[in-house]
């Protein structure tokens, strides 16, 4: 069974940081492309990034030179560096695996960021 | 960046009727087009991908029609479990995009 489990929400101050994690078991991670998609009330589902099993990354344009994506494959995790936040940052995270159709397969259950001072 | 536009935005439903639901890409996405259902409280669940394939433990109740900018999702029969929210995804090209959603709501 795939089992995406993520960690590091919480509260944090405009301009701050924050590093998500996600740990990924019940296939092969290393094989696997990796994205995460936020959520929030007003905004809906909006795709963040993408890391590929070559280590190449994308990002939209509402996060490049913001956030970075990256694994570690050893230890089968995923995991994303978000920098320079903002309010509109307020989301909650998504942890998604990439079936071999390109389609979203496994979602985790979702880490809430919270942006505010 | 391609523009997912769903309607309607709700639909009231009878249990035991059918439900169809539409999405529009704002240009053509070929059939790399996913639909997600989201109960309350939970993540997004793959429905249908390649715009008419079932993911795997979907039933047959649920299936996906279009290609190119039209698509929609047929629930045949509307079971207690599927009012929720639907959302439609194109993976076409990046960035990867979502519709705002359909909530389905029992009637």
């Known amino acids: 069974e795939v089992q995406l489990v993520e960690s590091g929400g919480g509260l944090v101050q405009p301009g701050g940081s924050l590093r998500l994690s996600c740990a990924a078991s019940?296939?092969?991670?290393?094989?696997?492309?990796m994205h995460w998609v936020r959520q929030t009330t007003g905004k809906g589902l909006e795709w963040v990034s993408a890391?590929?099993?070559?280590?190449?990354?994308y990002y939209p344009d509402s996060v490049k030179g913001r956030f970075i994506v990256s694994r570690e494959n050893d230890k089968n995790s995923l995991f994303l560096q978000m920098n320079s936040l903002r309010a509109e940052d307020t989301a909650v995270y998504y942890c998604?695996?990439?079936?071999?159709?390109?389609?979203?397969?496994?979602w985790g259950q979702g880490t809430l960021v919270i942006v505010s001072s | 960046e391609v523009v997912m536009t769903q309607s309607p935005v709700t639909l009231s439903v009878s249990p035991g009727e059918r439900a169809t639901l539409s999405c529009r890409a704002g240009?053509?996405?070929?059939?790399?087009l996913a639909w997600y259902q989201q109960r309350p409280g939970q993540a997004p669940r793959l429905l249908v991908y390649?715009?008419?394939t079932r993911a795997t433990g979907i039933p047959a109740r649920f299936s996906g029609s279009g290609s190119g900018t039209e698509f929609s999702l047929t629930i045949s029969s509307l079971q207690s479990e599927d009012f929720a929210v639907y959302y439609c995804?194109?993976?076409?090209?990046?960035?990867?995009?979502f519709g705002q959603g359909t909530k389905l709501d029992i009637k």
């Open positions: 995804q194109q993976y076409n090209r990046r960035p990867y995009t």
């Open positions: 890391i590929g099993t070559g280590d190449d990354t």
């Open positions: 240009q053509s996405v070929s059939n790399n």
């Open positions: 998604v695996r990439e079936g071999n159709n390109w389609a979203f397969d496994d």
């Open positions: 390649d715009a008419s």
């Open positions: 019940g296939f092969t991670f290393r094989t696997s492309d």
